[in-house]
């Protein structure tokens, strides 16, 4: 995160780096260049970066960053953001993981509108172009879920049906 920052700052972008406390004190992650927010979980710093950014793009990583694509993907799919999720997919990194979303979204275990949330290219030129012609065409039945009311004693009805 620290060389990304850096790297960003540098290019004349505004940087703002969400961390939790705990990797920023441990200094597991290098020195964010301009603003730094410390957040006490990764839930919370998901939250922040829901209430800061247009959208989300992983670079190649581990475990971490693929929590945070699943994450942002459910939080997507349960109607709490429109946000795309890019992935820049240097040397194909993403391929298998893009392949799995397909297959998925075949079987009908993640509907369109989720699926299509995941925006993969090469190249950072690529992606912006990419990120600024989405559209998010949301799923009809996750659209009926109004989050703003908190929690609510009523109850709404879904179908859920299954279909085979």
Known sequence: MGCVSTAAHVGGSQVLGIIPTALAEGNFI???VREELQVPTTQDRISKMLEN?????ALPGGIGILEEIFQTASW???NIHYKPIGMLNVDGFFNKLLSFLDQAGKENFIPHSTRQIFISASTDEDMIDKLQDFVYKPDPVAAQIDWSKGSSSKKRKM???LHL
Request: proline share 0%.
């Open 76 to 78: 997507a799919q349960l």
């Open 30 to 32: 290098g020195k964010i």
């Open 159 to 161: 179908d859920l049906s």
């Open 53 to 57: 950014f247009d959208t989300f793009i």
